[in-house]
Structures are given as C-alpha cells and as structure tokens.
C-alpha cells in the first residue's frame, strides 16, 4: 500500500505501561486522546518461596520488545502511518528493585517485586538502629515509614545476599533501578550507551529519596549503606531522556516517566488540589492531589510526589493510600484456589449471590498496608458456615476490595478535613460492574469512571507529548479533553453499609498478629511429616 493512502491522523504518542500482572503498548492520538490501538502480554510472576515475589527483568524487556511490535503491525493493518508517533512515554510498576551489570546489560538477579515479603527481617534489623524503633523516623524526609514495600530494603537484601551483586558493585560494574530505569536504559542502547535515570516520582519511593531537595539523601544512602554511585539520575516526569535504538520506532524520543499511580493521576486529570483517584489493579492507590505542598498523614497514609510535568516545572506532592492486594485476589482465587478459569468469572459467581452470606475475606497475603503498615498479619476468611460456597467467596474477595478502599478513603478524608463527595476510579477491575456498584454501596458516595479506562498509560503518553522538544500535547486546563463517564450510585441504605464495614474491621484484626520473622523456616516442613507419620 502506498503511503499516500495511509491514514493522517495527525501527532501521536506511545506509552509502555509495564505493571505487576501484564505490559501493555497503547497508542494514542495527540489531539484527542482516544486510543487507537494495543497490545498486552501477561507477565510470569515466581514465587520461589513463601513471601519470595520474583520477576526475570529480562522478560519483562522482552514483553516491552513484542508490545511495541505487535502494536504497529496493527497501526499498519488499520492503515495508521507509524511515522506518526512522535513521543514514548513510560509507566511502571513501582518500588520493584532491579541490579543489572552495565557491561553486559544482563541483570545480576531477579527483580524482587514491591509486594515481596523477604525482607521482614532486614526492615527489624534495621529498626533496631532507630531510636524507640521508629518506623516513622524517616517520614518527613520521604513521606515513607520502613516497610518492606519499598526499594532500599530490597536493594538492602541484594547486597546482603546476592555475592554476583556485591562483587559487581566493587568492580563499578553494577546499576540499581526501578522497573523504569530498567526499560529506559535497555531501549536507549543498554550496555552501548543507555541512559542511567528515573523520575521524580519513581525515586519517591526508593526511600533513598529527599522528597524536599528532590536529590538522593546522602544521609539515607549511609543509613542503609547503599553506594550513591549505582543510583539512577533523577530527572522530571516530562522531558526528552533519550533515542528508542532498535525495534519500528528506532529514533523515537522517550520523554515521559511516571510511576503507574502517579501516571493515573495526570491521565485522570487531577491536577487541582484535592481532586483524587482510585486504581484497581494488581493493588488497590487511592491518591490526592495536594498541590506543591507536602502534607504529611496522621492517619497511615504515605505522602508522594505526584508528578512534576518539565525541568522548569513546580513538584506537586500526593497524599497516597496503598492496598497491596486487589486485583491479586482475584488472580488467587483463579490460580490457587481454581475456582474460577478466568478473572470474569468472579464477577458472575458474586452477582449469582448478590451477598458474601456473612463471610469476609481480609487478603492480607503481604501484610497490611495503609492504614494499618502491619506485616504480621495474613489473609483470613472468616464468618464460614455449611452453608458458605464458592460465590460468597467470591463476593467476599470483591467487598474485601471495596473495604480496604473505604479504610483509605477514610483516612484520606479525616488528613484533608474535606470529605470527598465522589471518587474518581480507573484501572482493569473496574471492568467489573458488581465491584463498582458494591464500591458505591460501602463508601456511601457516587463512583465514577471514566469509559476509556487506560488513564495510567493516558497519563504517561500526556506527559510524553508534553514534553520540552516533543510538545505535541497540551496540558492547559482549557485543552485538555472532557472524558465521558460512568456513574455509579449508592444503592443501599448507610445503616447497611455501616454495619458491614465494622464486621470488616473486625475481620482484621482478627488477621493481625500471625507471623513472626523469628519463626523457624522448618517448620512448615515439620509439621507436614508429623501428618504424614499419624495417617500409617
């Protein structure tokens, strides 16, 4: 087919969204902001040992490589000039801890995943070099409290235990990054000159970060014992980093960077002090604005930076809400448990009940994050009766969700001191019909949602086309495009709603308290054979 005859549609962006379950490359127009076309491949997550989660970063390049592809063949079958796309822009999975050697461009170890709970003990060890074991000590420089959650503990325990990775950092071979800094160096020439950087954003949540001076903390990197010299450059969120150096779109600059929740901020337009959004995905971030000051929670919510959009551009800070598990528990319930093939089903089996029947589902299979910050606890299912079957399960895992927001949009509401009177929601469980209308019924206020729901990827293509030298999208108030939406209304009465949530709380305490990192690994095994002995 002849050039001419291809289709103009004028400027358009690409956006790697690279989360914990999948990649994905969209394609969007500049002007409009519809998307025009995708690809997704799921990602392998290992699970070498209980509370072990892994991922092979090369992989996840891999998965990059075949998006991109796969994407512009369809652009071309569609009649799309590829040409076209002048921008990338990168979202990503965020806190996920990556070494690689910059001389082979071969990573050095696994990536350790953000929900991953190996480095309880490192996180108690270290607490005991902070007085009264604060796990706070550190919040006003970060916003963060010391948690497994975040990157330096993981990198931390890579120093500690991986003997590839420490003697590549006396060599000067080794390079630390996010998943971001992964793909930027990789797709800008690797091991033959990539470019070594990060966002604002994703280095707010290294806890190596002063939130304040928007520099690597010399005084955080000694605490930690982390050599500055294998941390990435922290640029903005908006601005060209480097050349796309292999694939269809060889030559295209990448100039946007977000991590995935901040990226649903922008792609969900809240750039006015106290508009927030909630993101259903392989976790559950329920962030609010709060413009270029930094507000720091009383109530278990963590303080972020939201983006800052170009070099010359002000910060804007957020305060965050962090579930570690929503979109996973459907993942377990599908996997493990094999009560469902696929996530749709889980839908189906909760509206054939309409109610969990009196049973709540705390997922607490990595502890507890906001409010609580309680690595002890796990999962429970509790409130079981003969009667209980596989679709009160089911509606129990969905409402478990729904809970876990309203606990973080409590929190959110009480550090504001204005209530919000409607959330703004986005992410792939919000497919789900029964998970919005129960979201509605348990916060008591409308849940809106956007009808194309890929704001991660719309918020880091925005900042892509926006950027200094690319400037193919405008973010002024006035040119932004109006989203149509979907409304869902609180169906039930508050008494209702109210009564469900406290048997919810709880349910959770009731899942505190269950593991110890003194426990002895063998035990499990122990008590396995004893079985086994007790039925010859």
Not at 192 to 199: A, E, M, P, S, Y
Not at 312 to 325: F, H, N, Q, T
Request: hydrophobic residues 40%.
């Amino acid at each position: 087919m002849a050039a001419s005859d291809r289709m103009v549609l004028g400027p358009l962006v690409g956006s790697i969204d690279q989360g914990t379950s999948s990649t994905r490359f969209l394609v969007f127009n500049a002007k409009t902001a519809e998307l025009l076309s995708h690809h997704q491949v799921e990602i392998q997550q290992k699970f070498p040992k209980e509370g072990w989660v892994e991922q092979d970063p090369k992989e996840i390049l891999k998965s990059v490589h075949e998006c991109v592809e796969r994407t512009c063949e369809k652009l071309q079958q569609l009649n799309i000039d590829i040409t076209n796309i002048k921008a990338i822009g990168v979202s990503n999975q965020r806190e996920t801890t990556v070494v690689w050697d910059k001389t082979t461009g071969e990573p050095l170890y696994n990536a350790i995943v953000w929900l991953d709970l190996r480095t309880q003990s490192t996180v108690e060890r270290l607490l005991k070099r902070i007085p009264g074991k604060n796990k706070a000590f550190f919040k006003f420089r970060t916003g963060l409290p010391l948690s497994t959650y975040f990157s330096a503990v993981k990198l931390r325990w890579l120093l500690d235990n991986v003997e590839e990775i420490r003697q590549a950092v006396d060599d000067g071979r080794a390079m630390f990054g996010t998943i971001d800094s992964w793909l930027i160096w990789s797709l800008t020439g690797g091991k033959n000159g990539g470019v070594h950087c990060t966002d604002v954003t994703n280095a707010s949540r290294t806890m190596l970060f002063n939130i304040h001076s928007l520099e690597w903390d010399p005084e955080l990197c000694q605490f930690f014992d982390i050599p500055m010299e294998i941390l990435p450059k922290v640029r903005s969120s908006s601005e060209i980093y480097g050349l796309m150096k292999s694939g269809a779109l060889t030559g295209v600059p990448i100039s946007g960077c977000l991590g995935d929740q901040s990226a649903a901020l922008v792609g969900q337009m809240c750039f006015q002090d106290g508009q927030a959004k909630n993101t259903y995905g392989t976790g559950c971030f329920l962030l609010c604005n709060t413009g270029q000051k930094c507000v720091f929670s009383e109530h278990g919510l963590l303080t972020t930076i939201a983006y800052k959009l170009g070099r010359d551009k002000p910060v804007c800070y957020a305060l965050e809400g962090s579930v570690a598990i929503a979109g996973a528990v459907v993942r377990w319930l599908r996997d493990n448990l094999g009560i469902v093939k696929t996530s749709q089903e889980v839908e189906k089996l909760a509206a054939e009940v309409g109610t969990s029947y009196g049973c709540y589902f705390v997922p607490a299979f990595s502890g507890l994050y906001a409010p609580y910050w309680e690595p002890s606890a796990r999962g429970i299912i509790c409130g079981l009766t003969q009667f209980t079957n596989k679709n009160h399960i089911a509606f129990a895992a969905l409402e478990a969700v729904c809970f876990q927001t309203r606990e973080i949009l409590d929190a959110i509401n009480k550090d504001c001191g204005i209530p919000l009177n409607q959330l703004q929601v986005d992410g792939g469980m919000t497919n789900n019909k029964v998970l919005m209308q129960l979201q509605s019924d348990i916060l008591c206020i409308p849940v809106v949602k956007p009808s194309m729901p890929e704001t991660t990827a719309l918020g880091a293509a925005m900042a892509a086309g926006a950027a200094e030298g690319v400037g193919i999208w405008s973010l002024n108030p006035g040119d932004l495009t109006a989203v149509t939406c979907e409304r869902f209304e609180p169906q039930i009465n508050p008494e209702e709603s109210e009564y469900r949530y406290a048997r919810w709380k709880k349910a959770v305490l009731k899942s505190m308290g269950w593991e110890t990192s003194e426990a002895p690994s063998n035990v499990i095994s122990k008590v396995g054979l004893r079985i086994e002995s007790t039925e010859d």
